[in-house]
């Protein structure tokens, strides 16, 4: 599909670390492969900059994050010269009204708020006030949106004054990962996995997003967000949501939102006792990481040496409604741990009985594995007989893996994203009422935390995170799935 009508895309926190590290990748990616219909990319930003140091930044700060395979000095040359830099402070109506003469006046106008959500209210007020949201705009808002549930209610409401629901996306990039798009495919176009999709047929589900890094350069943001809001309230929430749902009846918007936000609906309350019962925070200490000693997060530039942030949490979720009744969800996150992959693995109920000497049933339990990351693919482990004398059995992986099969690349989750957003398919974003119920699941844990003073349990960087985490599974008789 071509996208015919120029754009202006719009990007507050034009300077930030997403939009160097992922934004302007993914844009320069699109472009690359002629997907980019001719437009301006203007980055928001309070830093001024001439034109040379404009260029000189890209280069430094943009270009590391190309692969060497991706980039074509010429085209990166070009691509250079759509970018634009406007400087002006989210506060100011004058930069607002400045900023009109730097858009071509198209009708496929695109603000992306890659900023903290506090300044979603007063940048949609200001593009209001310098009337340049018109009814085909579209705004993009960047997860996490609020610091709990009625700070996203007002940030909403807000944003909801200026746009209508249909121009608003709010983005979460897991959605744009191609394996999360292959489990659809995999649920919905097979009736081989769909019949034993429920409690009959699974025991439990885990869902992993590890990361070997720390804060890196983002302490500002991060010791007040936290992995809860970082990654659990939106990321997680959102793999277990398509992971869970029930069939859509169409692949439209509307049709699958709708049964994403029915799993958030029925998502169990944590409450009271049974926050620290089913919810573990963790925080990383000093520790090795990839083979080299790193500080602890307290250490780290910019983080308070009394931050109580969690940069891990884990949780055994229920979802109570027929097909999932009994089945525990296993979700966790956290930086500074042993490896960095992200999986959906379904583990099948074992054998009633086996027949096999020395081999106990619950080894020859069948799992499906969906990675995300860092390599992509489904993997469905099953038993085969060992090759010789004798019945033994052993297990073997039947691979579905995107890029080796078709010698392909995957493109990255952002690259679809934006697209997404500038051809109008609102598919893969979250729709108001979906943030709402994340929220309102997460709202009560996160209460709980500060009124028990409740702390995040310590673990060494380089591990797979807190004791605690382990005995979450430990007390059900399983383990964590720790590494492919
Ligand atoms: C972002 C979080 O949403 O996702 C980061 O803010 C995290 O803290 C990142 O590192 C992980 O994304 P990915 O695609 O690299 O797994």
Known sequence: MQISSPFDLVLFGGLGDLARRKLLPALYMLDLDQRLPAGHIVLVSRQQMDADALAQWLRQQVQPHLSSTVFEAERWQAFCQRVHLHTMDAADLDGYRAMAAELSGGNNRVFYLATGSDLFTPICEGL???????????????????????????????????????????????????????????????????????????????????ESLGVESRAGFYDHVGATRDMFQNHLLQLLCITAMEPPARLEPDAIRDEKVKVLRALRPVLGSSISEHVVRGQYDAGVSEGKPVPGYREEPGIDAKSHTETFVAAKVHIDNWRWAGVPFYLRTGKRLAERACEIVV??????????????????????????????????????????????????????????????????????????????????????????????????????????????????????????????????????????
């Not at 049933?361 to 693919?377: I, S, Y």
């Open 347 to 484: 583990h099948f109920k074992e054998i009633p009985h086996s027949i096999f000497p020395l081999q106990h049933k619950n080894t020859m339990a069948n799992k499906l594995v969906f990675r995300l990351q860092p390599d992509e693919g489904i993997r469905l482990m099953l038993c085969e007989k060992k090759v010789g004398p004798g019945m033994n059995v052993r297990p073997m992986n039947l691979s579905l893996n995107p890029a080796n099969l078709k010698q392909t690349r995957v493109p990255e989750a952002y690259e679809r994203l934006l697209f997404d957003v500038l051809s109008g398919n609102a598919t893969l974003f979250l729709r108001h009422d979906e943030l709402m119920e994340a929220w309102h699941w997460i709202d009560p844990i996160l209460r709980g935390w500060d009124e028990l003073e409740q702390r995040p349990e310590p673990y060494t960087s380089g591990s797979w995170g807190p004791a605690a985490a382990t005995l979450l599974l430990a007390k059900d008789g399983r383990l964590w799935d720790e590494s492919s």
């Open 128 to 210: 209001h006030q310098a009337d340049l949201i018109d009814p085909d705009s579209k705004v993009v808002l960047e997860k996490p949106i609020g610091h709990d549930l009625a700070s996203a209610q007002q940030i909403n409401q807000a944003v909801e004054s200026y746009f209508e629901e249909s121009q608003i996306y709010r983005i979460d990039h897991y959605l744009g990962k191609e394996t999360v798009q292959n489990l659809m495919v995999l649920r919905f176009a097979n009736s081989l996995f769909e019949h034993q999709w429920n409690h009959k047929y699974i025991d439990h589900i885990q869902i992993s997003i590890t």
